[in-house]
């Protein structure tokens, strides 16, 4: 009767141990994460007061991206299964208990020698303090633990690349909302421009010294200077969207100010690409990454031909029984008992599986091999396209420049020309046309220049 209860009970529970399942959209409190400091400021609802500098705005997306904080809590994680893979190589305690029932009287204990007296019963309960150490098992722990190493590497390097990937991505929209900003105030100045200069065109006008014709261009050339004026507008406001996204805020926020200048300090020096490519192999944490998971694999392979050897235990328990019914016979009620000795085990046949997962882990190092070296070719792609956008920059920018002061200098001309009778309208608003397209070119090779720049540091590993 007492077994039925006891088996009632068991199916009752089963299935019923986890009383609080966990909630997959609570936030998660882990006590050896590290974070980086935020900004007193920094709100989720709220820009910033004052305008952000470069640096301010890398350190306040570093803080708050979440994918860079992601990475870091997968780095910790990698920690926690290399600590777990370390915890296989020490011994193991714990404490067995137990309860039986049998068909037949049982003694508490074995005897020791004929005529020993003993407890019989049909109910046993037992408790036990078990320890279990490997000795040996082919390298498999040893070469468990090393993979983990790697593979905490690994994440290490891979948190820092994303870091990384994400100060370049900041500085890019940073140079890019900036350029934008000129860009507006020289379509906001040619649109000023333009409506002053249809205010000399009425008195002209008046004056009978210009025709109809000439307003109705310079309006429909103001007309074009509005529209554009929108369009760029739009898109500095998502520009300015997607800073937020990086700097881990709403997009709800106003306006992220900026401050920043798009001219160089200082010449930029290029380096070789030879040396440059040497740099970015010894530097780049996502190659160093690449590195540490092919080595990591490679243990991975001993690992699983750790399989085909034995494994050899010392396990000793101590602990005592207890009859829980009735009973016959005499001798000590709660008698201790303890064991200490080698287990081995040997694997005569596992069905192939030992094979298979070999071949399936010197496969997975084959692949490998062939990314890091696909890797390799990627790095030195990356690096010559940096390069070669800078130098790319650097001559627009030169070109750029000198036809920059060519078209101030020829809408001046044209103005004065036409204000005296020896122009015409088209040459003004031709000269007006030239004079804006060279400026917004201008600002935006400026933030092409700062963008090559990064990514140069960015494909090198520089910080």
């Known amino acids: 009767m007492k077994a039925t209860a006891i088996l009632l009970v068991t199916l009752a529970l089963n299935g019923c141990a986890v009383v609080r399942p966990t909630d997959p959209y609570l936030a998660v409190s882990i006590q050896d994460h590290a974070t980086y400091a935020e900004p007193s400021w920094v709100s989720a609802g709220q820009a910033p007061e004052e305008p952000l500098e470069l640096r301010e705005a890398i350190g306040i997306a570093l803080a708050n991206n979440p994918e860079v904080l992601a990475m870091s809590l997968d780095a910790s994680a990698a920690k926690a299964r290399r600590d777990q893979a370390f915890g296989e190589r020490l011994p193991r305690l714990s404490v067995v208990s137990g309860y039986a029932h049998h068909l037949d009287m049982q003694r508490l204990l074995p ?79 040619s649109l000023k421009a333009s409506e002053t200069h249809l205010k000399r065109i009425d008195a002209l006008i008046a004056a009978e010294k210009a025709a109809k014709v000439d307003r109705m261009r310079t309006e429909v050339r103001l007309a074009d200077i509005q529209q554009r004026l929108v369009r760029e507008k739009n898109l500095i406001a998502i520009q300015n969207r997607l800073l937020a996204n990086l700097l881990g805020m709403d997009s709800s926020i106003g306006t992220i100010l900026l401050r920043g200048e798009l001219e160089l300090q200082e010449e930029a020096v290029l380096p070789e690409s030879e040396a440059a490519i040497a740099e970015a192999c010894e530097g780049r944490d996502d190659y160093l ?125 044209e103005q004065q020309k036409y204000e005296l009778g020896k122009g015409v309208i088209v040459d003004v608003l031709d000269a007006q046309a030239a004079l804006l397209e060279a400026e917004t070119t201008y600002y935006r090779v400026l933030a092409e220049l700062q963008t090559a720049l990064a990514q140069v540091k960015l494909a090198t590993g520089e910080e």
């Not at 019963?121 to 090393?146: K, N, T, W």
């Not at 694999?297 to 050899?312: F, I």
């Open 111 to 189: 005897a020791v020698q004929p005529g020993d007296p003993a407890i019989l019963s049909r109910d046993i309960v037992s408790g036990d303090v078990v320890l279990s150490l490997p000795l040996f098992a082919g390298g498999r722990l040893i070469s468990q633990v090393r993979a983990a190493d790697l593979l905490e590497e690994t994440a290490a390097h891979r948190l820092a690349r994303s870091r990384e990937e994400l100060a370049f991505n900041v500085s890019s929209v940073f140079f890019s909302i900036l350029a934008q900003e000129h860009v507006i105030a020289s379509l906001e100045f």
């Open 289 to 413: 990454a690449a590195r540490s998971a092919l080595e990591a694999q490679a243990r991975n392979v001993d690992v699983a031909a750790a399989g085909r050897w034995p494994t050899v235990y010392l396990q000793g328990s101590y602990g005592w029984r207890s009859a829980i019914g009735p009973t016959t016979g005499s001798g000590d009620e709660y008698p201790d008992v303890g064991r200490i000795g080698l287990a081995v085990e040997v694997p005569f046949f596992e069905g192939g599986r030992v094979g298979a997962k070999v071949h399936e882990q010197r496969a997975n190092l084959a692949a490998a091999q062939q990314r890091l070296h696909k890797f390799e070719l990627q790095i030195r792609l990356e690096v010559e396209t940096a390069l070669s956008n800078v130098r790319s920059s650097q001559e627009r920018l030169e070109a750029i420049r000198k036809s920059l002061a060519q078209a101030r200098e020829s809408l001046r001309i």
